[in-house]
Structures are given as C-alpha cells and as structure tokens.
C-alpha cells in the first residue's frame, strides 16, 4: 500500500494570511515526508479561498528541493484549463529537480465558475481533458509535441529539457463519475477518488474501472486511490468535535465551490451524472448531507481509523490511501497531531493489512 498527503491549500483560518497559510501546508508536506509517506500531492484550484494553489507543479518544484524521499505528484493538473505543451514542459522540468520521484495526475475539472475563469466552455471538458492527455503523455515519451485537431493546433517543437521519462507507468486520473473512471482505465491510469458517502455506494464505479482496464489493457488494474478528510486524535471525543466543526466546513466549502444546490449539470455534456449528486443532496437537505459526508470521512482514534480502513480492504482489497488533513479551517497544530499519530499508530498497521491483503489474494 502507498501512502499519500493531499494539501488542498484551503483557507478557511479566520485569522491567517495566504502568506501564512501557505507556510503552514507546506509544514505539513515536509513533514510528512519526514514520517515516511509515500507521496506528496496537490490540487490545482483558482480563483477563490476553496484552494489557493493555481499551479500545482510549481508548488512542488518548490517541495522538490526541500523533501527527500516521497514521490511528487500533481493531484491534479486539470488539462481543460492548461496548455498541454506547458504541462509537458513543466513536467519535464520538475523530474530535473527530484529524478526518479515524480508522477502525473490529470483530471477534467467540475467548478462552472473556474471554467468561466479561464473562458473555456464545460461542453469542451471531456474533449480537451482526452485530446490534453494524449498530446502530453506523447510529448513526454517522444520528446516533442505536435498537433493539428479542431481544439488544438502545435507545430512541432521540442521539449526543453529534454524529458528523463514518460508517465505511462506513473499516471493518476481524478475520477468521480463513471465518465472519469472509464477515461482512467483506457489511459492506463491509476483511478485517484475522493470518499464522499458510504464506502458501499463507490464500489460500482471501483469496480467499473477495473473492468474497463482489464478489457483495454489485458491486466489487473493497480490499485485506486481512496483520499478522505481525516482528523485523527487521543481522545475520541475530541476527533468527534474537530471532525464535525472542521470536515463540516469542508463539506460547505465543496457544496459552494462545485454549485451541487444547483441544475446546471444536467445541461452541461459529459457532467449529467453529477446532477444526480446534486439533487441528492437537495433531497436530503444540507444538514443531513453534511453529516453523511463528514461520517464517510475518516476521522477518530488511531484504532477507530485502522478499524475504517480495514472494513474497506474487506469490500474493495488492496487500495492506496491518501489524507487530507488540512482543510475546514482545522488550526495547523491539530493537523500536524493528526499526520504525527497517523505515522506511528496507523500507518504500520495499515502496511500490514495491505501486505496480508496480498497474500491472501
């Protein structure tokens, strides 16, 4: 099993700056390669306090010269919004700074307000994600890119410098549809997922994509990222209060940002499953939403976490996972407990788990 830290770069603090709470998540990242996770990884998000990191790859050409071991990787470059040949070109540059620790994630993205922002039109998404993901990861193997399609028009240039490697073998695809989860499995993607109810009601799209994978490449498919909003704490009273304030938050943070109290994604081709999201959380109300996504999270004492993890190895068998344990405005000192019990108490037993999982397959 690997093990990933998420910075979603939230600020949600009442009483910190940008300035600050950049330095306190990127405290955490270097931490948490110090504690021995596998990888590090952060969103790509614009425009507003929901996530402040506009430019992932860059964030991590910074973690680069200050982390030693985890790998490195975007989570997720969002193609729609971005120019392939830029995120080739700065791929291949980061590998410079960390050889040999680097991955790709991709995604297609889901805010109507930051499509806006960058005036390009949802309908597009799936196209440009598609067309986006070809032209980057065959610039990455050839090292060139070019291209003469409706939605993209390159002359043949170079990559300088020139790229170390492709990431066929070290690809991650964002997926919450059964859209997304297809288009990760005829990538040959590794399907990266954020838990948002019942672990049951994920299994269908989990199981989707390896069926998918196994039909387009011939093989198993390794296994899918499961990241949750986690607050681990002693007491368990205690983990149930800062689950509830901060995991919360969090949930209106992406009921605000993603518009899910609206009808606009039935409209929009290629996110009509969404819709169904959306009126389901209008039918239960936002109270009753907010606990369901908050009790889907991982939250609690070490032993109630390894207990949470270890029911999902029952449903789905080996998996990766991936914390968030920043987010909701949760202050940095309650996060950076979180990450510290996490390591000593959990993480070693989760191995184990994944190890015996294995065998036992």
């Given at each position: 099993?690997?093990?990933?830290?998420?910075?979603?770069?939230?600020?949600?603090?009442?009483?910190?700056?940008?300035?600050?709470?950049?330095?306190?998540?990127?405290?955490?990242?270097?931490?948490?390669?110090?504690?021995?996770?596998?990888?590090?990884?952060?969103?790509?998000?614009?425009?507003?306090?929901?996530?402040?990191?506009?430019?992932?790859?860059?964030?991590?050409?910074?973690?680069?010269?200050?982390?030693?071991?985890?790998?490195?990787?975007?989570?997720?470059?969002?193609?729609?919004?971005?120019?392939?040949?830029?995120?080739?070109?700065?791929?291949?540059?980061?590998?410079?700074?960390?050889?040999?620790?680097?991955?790709?994630?991709?995604?297609?993205?889901?805010?109507?307000?930051?499509?806006?922002?960058?005036?390009?039109?949802?309908?597009?998404?799936?196209?440009?994600?598609?067309?986006?993901?070809?032209?980057?990861?065959?610039?990455?193997?050839?090292?060139?890119?070019?291209?003469?399609?409706?939605?993209?028009?390159?002359?043949?240039?170079?990559?300088?410098?020139?790229?170390?490697?492709?990431?066929?073998?070290?690809?991650?695809?964002?997926?919450?549809?059964?859209?997304?989860?297809?288009?990760?499995?005829?990538?040959?993607?590794?399907?990266?997922?954020?838990?948002?109810?019942?672990?049951?009601?994920?299994?269908?799209?989990?199981?989707?994509?390896?069926?998918?994978?196994?039909?387009?490449?011939?093989?198993?498919?390794?296994?899918?990222?499961?990241?949750?909003?986690?607050?681990?704490?002693?007491?368990?009273?205690?983990?149930?209060?800062?689950?509830?304030?901060?995991?919360?938050n969090h949930f209106i943070a992406v009921t605000d940002h993603y518009e899910f109290a609206g009808d606009h994604f039935k409209n929009i081709r290629g996110y009509e499953s969404y819709q169904a999201g959306a009126d389901l959380i209008k039918s239960a109300g936002l109270e009753e939403s907010q606990k369901t996504y908050i009790e889907a999270q991982n939250y609690g004492t070490p032993k109630q976490v390894i207990e949470k993890y270890?029911?999902?190895?029952?449903?789905?068998?080996?998996?990766?996972?991936?914390?968030?344990?920043?987010?909701?405005?949760?202050?940095?000192?309650?996060?950076?407990?979180?990450?510290?019990?996490?390591?000593?108490?959990?993480?070693?037993?989760?191995?184990?788990?994944?190890?015996?999982?294995?065998?036992?397959?």
């Amino acid at each position: 099993m690997e093990i990933g830290h998420l910075n979603v770069m939230q600020n949600w603090h009442k009483d910190l700056s940008d300035q600050q709470m950049f330095e306190g998540e990127i405290d955490l990242a270097i931490a948490a390669d110090r504690l021995g996770f596998d990888s590090l990884w952060c969103v790509e998000h614009h425009f507003e306090d929901y996530g402040l990191c506009p430019d992932n790859i860059q964030y991590l050409s910074y973690l680069a010269t200050r982390t030693r071991n985890a790998k490195l990787v975007p989570g997720a470059v969002i193609l729609p919004w971005n120019d392939p040949l830029r995120v080739a070109e700065k791929m291949a540059v980061l590998e410079y700074f960390a050889p040999g620790r680097v991955a790709l994630g991709i995604g297609r993205g889901l805010a109507r307000r930051e499509y806006r922002g960058f005036r390009v039109p949802m309908e597009e998404a799936r196209g440009r994600f598609e067309e986006g993901a070809r032209l980057v990861l065959d610039a990455l193997d050839k090292g060139y890119m070019e291209s003469d399609t409706e939605l993209f028009q390159q002359p043949r240039v170079d990559i300088r410098p020139r790229p170390l490697r492709g990431y066929r073998d070290a690809l991650y695809c964002v997926a919450m549809s059964n859209d997304s989860a297809e288009a990760a499995a005829e990538l040959g993607g590794s399907m990266m997922t954020f838990i948002q109810f019942a672990f049951e009601r994920h299994m269908p799209m989990i199981e989707l994509y390896r069926e998918r994978f196994r039909k387009v490449h011939g093989r198993e498919a390794p296994p899918p990222v499961l990241t949750d909003v986690t607050v681990i704490h002693e007491d368990e009273e205690e983990a149930r209060r800062l689950a509830y304030e901060h995991i919360g938050n969090h949930f209106i943070a992406v009921t605000d940002h993603y518009e899910f109290a609206g009808d606009h994604f039935k409209n929009i081709r290629g996110y009509e499953s969404y819709q169904a999201g959306a009126d389901l959380i209008k039918s239960a109300g936002l109270e009753e939403s907010q606990k369901t996504y908050i009790e889907a999270q991982n939250y609690g004492t070490p032993k109630q976490v390894i207990e949470k993890y270890r029911e999902r190895m029952e449903l789905v068998g080996d998996f990766n996972a991936m914390l968030i344990v920043s987010s909701g405005g949760i202050p940095f000192p309650v996060a950076q407990n979180s990450l510290k019990l996490f390591a000593e108490q959990v993480m070693p037993e989760l191995r184990r788990m994944s190890a015996r999982s294995r065998v036992a397959a």
